[in-house]
């Protein structure tokens, strides 16, 4: 079965760096767009971040912009999320997702089009 395990979460302080990964098993990683999805407390799950399954096509959400990195392996079927210059409202839980491009192949930013979910990775940024 679809298999996606997030690792990296911690606590930082603000302007600090993490590094999120996703490694995924059980599917055609190469044939998926992936994104990353956080969800802080009593708030939606929200987009952050995704890339094509050729890695292509990026889009972010426009908080993180400049801040954050997406970017993936094909060959360690991986999905990265570099996060530099944190800031305590990007204090969340992070996901990571797989968008098997049933509707398409355009990057989402919509939860309702990825298909796979992985159990989320915690990231707190203190003041």
């Known amino acids: 079965q679809v298999q996606l395990v997030e690792s990296g979460g911690g606590l930082v302080q603000a302007g600090g760096s993490l590094r999120l990964s996703c490694a995924a098993s059980g599917l055609s990683f190469r044939n998926y767009n992936m994104g990353w999805f956080r969800q802080a407390p009593g708030k939606e799950r929200e987009f952050v971040a995704a890339?094509?399954?050729?890695?292509?096509?990026?889009s972010y959400t426009d908080s993180v912009k400049g801040r954050f990195t997406i970017s993936r392996d094909n060959a360690k079927n991986t999905v990265y999320l570099q996060m530099n210059g944190l800031k305590p409202e990007d204090t969340a839980v992070y996901y990571c997702?797989?968008?098997?491009?049933?509707?398409?192949?355009?990057?989402?930013?919509?939860?309702?089009?990825?298909?796979?979910w992985g159990q989320g990775t915690q990231v707190t940024v203190s003041s």
């Open positions: 890339i094509s399954w050729g890695g292509g096509k990026i």
């Open positions: 997702a797989a968008d098997s491009l049933a509707f398409g192949s355009v990057l989402s930013i919509a939860t309702t089009r990825y298909d796979n």
